[in-house]
């Protein structure tokens, strides 16, 4: 047990030399680490956020659970939002991560991936940005979505839309596009018609390459748009989120000249990767917290 003080806040962090990925003997003290130092670019786009924290006590080849309930022995500075959940019928008081102190509690509970809300707490229908989650069906892989990706970004070009891209820690990538601006997930004008309505247009116009169906017997060769994220009860990896795959990767903001380049290789992050890209490049994904931009009807 090692006592630290961070943020005028005192933290007792435990089993510091526990392997949690056994590939590269990453420890938990790296994790916590890592996420330590990565706050300055991650807590951002976590704070004022419901938090469901995926964790692996036991490490990535051990088992894993979903806690969307904020611990209880959760230190008292440690804020929390209720929300009601309609599918278990109870109110549900998820962490927020508002500050390094607060992400460095939460890697301590060998939380590897951390999945915030679209929304913000205070408004949990109304969602600040669109997301499509870029899923490679095999032997599709990541060139693909890269592939897909472009062609969202020359789409929202021409609907007057800046969007921004991030891997997905894993096989795939992301694509978000900012609102910052009064929406909502359903009905007309909402987020989530919007993304299928794109899905969809995609589809038609590049059907040897995209697929909108989540049927995966459709999706063999070809990317899934997924645009079902888009929904108050779905959350998607966050960005600068550890992923628990064999290595330490991390979902990680990308630059436009990077998907364009669709070189594998060069789109694979571990949480040194990060770290240097952060310190070189600063937030590659900070438009994502303020810019502002209105969600056209489309469809």
């Not at 460095?104 to 949990?124: F, G, K, M, Q, Y």
């Not at 795939?172 to 919007?194: M, S």
């Not at 779905?234 to 991390?250: D, I």
Request: proline share 7%; with cysteine.
């Amino acid at each position: 047990m090692s006592l630290v003080d961070v943020d005028g806040h005192q933290l007792k962090l435990s089993n510091l030399d526990k392997v949690l990925y056994p590939s590269t003997g990453f420890t938990k003290g790296d994790v916590i680490d890592y996420y330590a130092r990565v706050a300055p670019v991650a807590v951002p786009h976590y704070s004022g956020r419901p938090m469901t924290l995926k964790r692996y006590p036991n490490g990535v080849e051990g088992k894993s659970f979903f806690e969307k309930n904020c611990p209880s022995h959760r230190p008292a500075w440690l804020t929390t939002a209720p929300a009601w959940s309609r599918h278990s019928k109870r109110t549900i008081e998820f962490c927020l991560i508002e500050s390094t102190a607060a992400l460095v509690w939460t890697a301590n509970l060998a939380a590897l991936e951390l999945h915030p809300s679209l929304s913000r707490a205070e408004a949990l229908d109304r969602p600040t940005m669109v997301v499509f989650d870029l899923d490679p069906g095999a032997p599709a892989d990541i060139r693909q979505c890269c592939q897909v990706a472009c062609h969202l970004r020359d789409l929202f070009d021409h609907l007057g839309l800046q969007s921004v891209a991030k891997t997905s820690g894993s096989k795939g990538l992301q694509v978000y596009v900012p609102l910052n601006t009064p929406v909502t997930y359903e009905g007309a004008g909402g987020t989530k018609p919007f993304a299928l309505a794109v899905a969809q247009l995609l589809e038609r116009q590049h059907p040897e390459l995209v697929v909108s169906n989540m049927a995966k017997e459709l999706r063999a060769d070809k990317v899934l748009v997924d645009w079902s994220q888009n929904d108050e009860s779905k959350t998607t990896v966050g960005a600068y989120s550890l992923r628990a795959r064999e290595q330490p990767s991390v979902s990680t903001p990308v630059t436009w000249d990077e998907v364009a380049a669709a070189d594998p290789d060069a789109l694979r992050f571990t949480a040194a990767d990060v770290l240097d890209r952060a310190a070189r490049l600063g937030d590659l994904f900070a438009m994502t917290v303020d810019l502002e931009q209105t969600l056209p009807r489309f469809g």
